[in-house]
């Protein structure tokens, strides 16, 4: 089944350490978006049209590791600071974030505006 991203689509990248958000204040840090070594791309995933629970069972279901938070942001967010949506569907609904670009500096302003612009969502365990 293919995959089809819009611009105002809900993207849900899945916060499993603490220490990815602020809960005193209510926001996401920068390095709830770094990827991991090794990969090019930023693992996220269509939420939009799913219920609360619906995605934090879509979360749950990805890793042994325990759901922390959701960090939610249009797809366009990821559009306007010069990165590509691979809607790649593996598993279902996963859409990898490419195009990162390679000085490192570059890289962790992009991911302060998603950071900034991320909307944060405790998951209650």
């Known amino acids: 089944m293919s995959l089809i991203v819009n611009g105002p689509d809900r ?59 959701l960090a939610n942001l249009p797809a366009k967010t990821y559009i306007e600071n010069e990165l590509r949506l691979d809607p790649d569907n593996i598993p279902e609904r996963h859409v990898h974030i490419v195009g990162w670009p390679t000085d490192e500096e570059i890289e962790l302003e992009i991911r302060t505006k998603l950071a900034d612009a991320a909307e944060l969502i405790r998951v209650t365990p």
């Open 11 to 69: 993207l849900t990248r899945f916060l499993y350490n603490k220490a990815d958000f602020s809960p005193g204040k209510g926001k996401v840090r920068p390095r709830a978006f770094e990827r991991v070594p090794g990969d090019d791309g930023l693992s996220t995933f269509l939420t939009e049209g799913l219920e609360r629970e619906a995605v934090e069972a879509l979360g749950r279901a990805q890793r042994a590791q325990s759901l922390k938070a």
